[in-house]
């Protein structure tokens, strides 16, 4: 069974920059859509962004995040990062990553139906 691993969370002052990072275990494939979701306590769970394998540019951002975060896929170690810049006290949250095992992200890379796995997320924590 395919797992996904998230790393690189952590603490940040409003303003800084943190990247978190989503490996795959046990998967050889070469079709995957991987994407990020974030969730803070009392909240539902958001879609923040994703890309497909091959793509030139990514499915999509959150409006709340673009032009501040970017993601990104290693199709060579099948690695999904998530780079957060600007960030903002709001931004503070459980990080998941989320992936579809499909050359295609599906008809709605925001709804986390459309994913095959997830991984147990990464906490960020953003103070002002």
């Known amino acids: 069974q395919v797992q996904l691993v998230e790393s690189g969370g952590g603490s940040v002052q409003a303003g800084g920059s943190l990247t978190v990072s989503c490996a795959t275990s046990?998967?050889?494939?070469?079709?995957?859509?991987m994407a990020w979701f974030r969730q803070a306590p009392g909240k539902e769970r958001e879609a923040v962004a994703a890309?497909?394998?091959?793509?030139?540019?990514?499915?999509g951002y959150a409006d709340s995040v673009k032009g501040r975060f970017t993601i990104s896929l290693d199709s060579a170690k099948m690695t999904s990062r998530l780079q957060l810049s600007t960030l903002n006290p709001e931004d503070t949250a459980r990080y998941y990553c989320?992936?579809?095992?499909?050359?295609?992200?599906?008809?709605?890379?925001?709804?986390?139906?459309?994913?095959?796995?997830w991984g147990q997320g990464t906490q960020v924590t953003v103070s002002s």
């Open positions: 989320a992936a579809r095992f499909t050359r295609w992200c599906g008809g709605n890379w925001r709804h986390p139906d459309n994913y095959d796995a």
């Open positions: 046990d998967y050889t494939d070469s079709d995957i859509c």
């Open positions: 890309i497909r394998i091959g793509a030139l540019t990514p499915e």
